[in-house]
């Protein structure tokens, strides 16, 4: 089963505007990450925010974490074409094994 | 950049056959992954290794599927009898530890088709 669930499930801009996606989760974490997936390929690790953390950047990544809501958000600005891909955010249990569950994905589409 | 390798990257094999994926984690790294991705749902945990020792196997089918990690280094999952449902992509995954803020390196993948 997956916890996180991704808002919107699509997602499609122009080159240059900034793109916001949302993740929402059902239990206590220890931290959230985002992940990207181009096309066909494995998923590369964008950016983890600790649940002591509300917000992080990453050159023109910024994620927020509300662990009262229990949900996250991503945003890209300036978006760009090499930008396309699906985005994942991934929870951790707070169990001992520490197992990671992806969730739904966002599909973004930067149009050029 | 030390990366994840996995082989082969594409199957197609049909049903009720054996197949068998092997994955090469990044030197060094104790945790290792294997995932399966539907299309167009995120990945979903089969396996997870710690060394040479299954951690959580919560997820694997057990009746067709089995993975190991013998001396804790590469590692291989296998289906028999493969079925129609089992199309997918298999992804591998390989951490420096388990702990809470570890991140998660990913191979290419390896997409099934079973025909």
């Known amino acids: 089963s997956q916890q996180g669930e991704e808002d919107p499930q699509a997602l499609s801009i122009q080159e240059g505007e900034n793109a916001t996606m949302n993740c929402s989760y059902k239990?206590?974490?220890?931290?959230l990450q985002w992940y990207r997936q181009n096309s066909g390929r494995g998923l590369v690790h964008l950016i983890l925010i600790r649940s002591n953390e509300r917000e992080k950047h990453s050159g023109r990544l910024r994620v927020t974490l509300d662990t009262s809501k229990k949900s996250s958000s991503l945003l890209i600005t300036a978006s760009r074409a090499a930008d396309t891909a699906s985005y994942f955010c991934a929870t951790d249990a707070t169990s001992g094994t520490y197992k990671y569950i992806f969730g739904t994905g966002t599909r973004l589409k930067v149009l050029a | 950049e030390a990366e994840v390798a996995q082989s082969p990257r594409y199957k197609i094999t049909e049903k009720s056959q054996a197949v068998a994926f092997w994955c090469d984690p990044i030197?060094?790294?104790?945790?290792l992954y294997w995932y399966r991705q539907i299309l167009g749902q995120g990945p979903e945990l089969l396996v997870q290794?710690?060394?040479?020792?299954?951690?959580?196997d919560s997820q694997l089918p057990k009746d067709r599927f089995s993975a190991e990690r013998l001396k804790g280094v590469d590692s291989t999952l296998k289906i028999q009898p493969a079925e129609l449902g089992d199309s997918a992509m298999y992804l591998c995954?390989?951490?420096?530890?388990?702990?809470?803020?570890?991140?998660?390196?990913f191979g290419p993948g390896t997409r099934l088709l079973v025909l």
């Open positions: 290794f710690q060394d040479e020792s299954v951690v959580d």
């Open positions: 995954a390989s951490s420096l530890a388990m702990g809470a803020y570890e991140t998660q390196y």
């Open positions: 030197s060094g790294h104790a945790t």
């Open positions: 239990t206590s974490i220890n931290n």
